[in-house]
């Protein structure tokens, strides 16, 4: 097993001195110092404990993703049992606590450090990712040696590594669930579409493609110079202005253009100043595509999508230049956390149409921090879900936010560089929206 997609060094171990002094004068055997645990029974005590804490506290959500807690219980502590360094059982509790299915949980504060298998050599990429429709494998985005390769957004990939491309992403995605929570099956599918593509520096990733009706072949390197990282958006609008993560501008159609890569605290600031610099525009896409999450006042950010002191449901807009016209939220498994919360407001409240290619991510709970008897690392873990109203009271975790309307990438625009979702927005911005999905209605 290959540790490399969670390769790094998170903390050191910490030496402890004891000293045992007798009373001054005594004379006689000397009594046996307490005997300390054996290394296995703290490994033991420590998987004994995550097992009864986690399978407690996420009960619910365990039932939600249709975990099986007795079988994961039964195999870790049989595997706890053969266990014999604190690196062994570090990484055994990672995997413990990847059975989850929990894209927040994971060790924290570990006192031990996280074996390395790197050999000294950088993690690096190809400079692909790739998207999925059906049972069919796109190149999405291509740079850096995959487009030196002649490799291009739109081209289908037959094979990697010598596997059928669907098999060895199957492959990848169990592979990294392994040792990785995901809440959903999409979240993992799309992190193996991205981060999958990772390795040590040097490495090469063999693949087969059909390019313009020809099958080629080729390989590629990977280099720590070329990120995994999803950016959002295949093909955004041109010209468009940055604002810390954010970015802003027009299509060409004339719509306003928001990408919102984070949630930082300052977004509604953030959304005063683009909103005042798009102007009076038609319609509005909002693409939170790859949106990391973050944190900021949620009310505050919907508030900028209505009129100056008109109040919808809970919400009563405010800002420096609201607007109040129809718009479209695009959205993928790449969006987590405060991403879906954000986003996944302004459909459960009517406010908007959302399109994607897929759910969120569905990682979006309120969490808490047990620490292990034997100190070696604390776990955070899922205990509800956010947002308890969306998706008909089931909330977010473990489901997502799946989108009015599914678009999947088309991959004649990707060859054309055309971004398929946006496209899509705005043909919905030009002829509205299917009746009675959107509550919100700017004539009234």
């Known amino acids: 097993m290959t540790l490399w997609t969670r390769r790094r060094v998170i903390g050191a171990a910490a030496g402890i001195a004891v000293v045992s002094l007798a009373p001054r004068g005594w004379i006689g055997v000397a009594s046996a110092a307490p005997k300390e645990p054996a290394k296995g029974d703290v490994y033991t005590k420590d998987v004994a404990f995550l097992l009864d804490a986690l399978g407690s506290k996420a009960a ?29 059982h570090v990484v055994l509790c990672a995997r413990l606590v990847a059975r989850l299915r929990d894209g927040h949980a994971g060790l924290r504060d570990l006192k031990v450090p996280w074996p390395d298998d790197s050999g000294g050599k950088a993690s690096g990429g190809p400079g692909l990712s790739l998207v999925v429709g059906g049972p069919k494998v796109y190149v999405r985005q291509a740079w850096g040696d995959a487009a030196t390769e002649g490799l291009h957004p739109g081209h289908e990939i037959l094979a990697l590594d010598g596997k059928p491309a669907r098999a060895w992403l199957d492959a990848k995605v169990a592979e990294m669930r392994d040792l990785t929570g995901y809440s959903t099956e999409q979240q993992a599918l799309y992190a193996a579409c991205h981060w999958g593509m990772s390795g040590p520096e040097g490495s090469k990733l063999a693949f087969k493609a059909m390019a313009r009706g020809k099958t080629e072949s080729g390989e590629v390197t990977r280099s720590p110079r070329v990120g995994v990282v999803p950016s959002g958006p295949v093909f955004p609008p041109k010209g468009l202005t940055a604002l810390g993560r954010q970015s802003y501008g027009k299509t060409a159609a004339g719509n306003g253009y928001i990408h919102l890569r984070d949630v930082p605290g300052e977004l509604p600031d953030q959304l005063d100043t683009a909103l005042d610099a798009i102007g009076d525009v038609p319609g509005l896409v909002l693409d939170t595509r790859a949106n990391g999450g973050g944190g900021c006042d949620h009310e505050a950010v919907f508030a900028r999508f209505l009129p100056t002191d008109k109040a919808f449901g809970q919400y009563k807009g405010a800002g420096k230049r609201p607007y109040a016209g129809p718009m479209v939220v695009i959205v993928d498994a790449g969006v987590r956390s405060a991403g879906e919360t954000v986003a996944g407001q302004f459909k459960e409240d009517g406010r908007a149409f959302m399109i994607g290619d897929a759910p969120t991510a569905g990682m979006s709970s309120q969490k808490e921090t047990v620490t292990v008897p034997s100190g070696m690392f604390s ?52 002829k509205g929206f299917p009746k009675g999905v959107v509550r919100w209605s700017p004539a009234k």
Do not use: C, M
């Open 60 to 88: 619910a959500l365990l039932k939600l993703k249709g975990v099986d807690w007795a079988a994961v219980s039964k195999e870790f502590t049989a595997a706890a049992k053969t266990v014999k360094t604190d690196a062994e």
């Open 379 to 430: 776990v955070l873990v899922s205990v509800a879900s956010n947002k308890g109203r969306f998706n008909g009271g089931r909330g977010i975790e473990g489901i997502g936010v799946p989108p009015h309307e599914v678009v999947p990438y088309d991959p004649a625009d990707l060859a054309n560089e055309i971004d398929t979702q946006i496209r899509r927005a705005e043909e919905l911005l030009g």
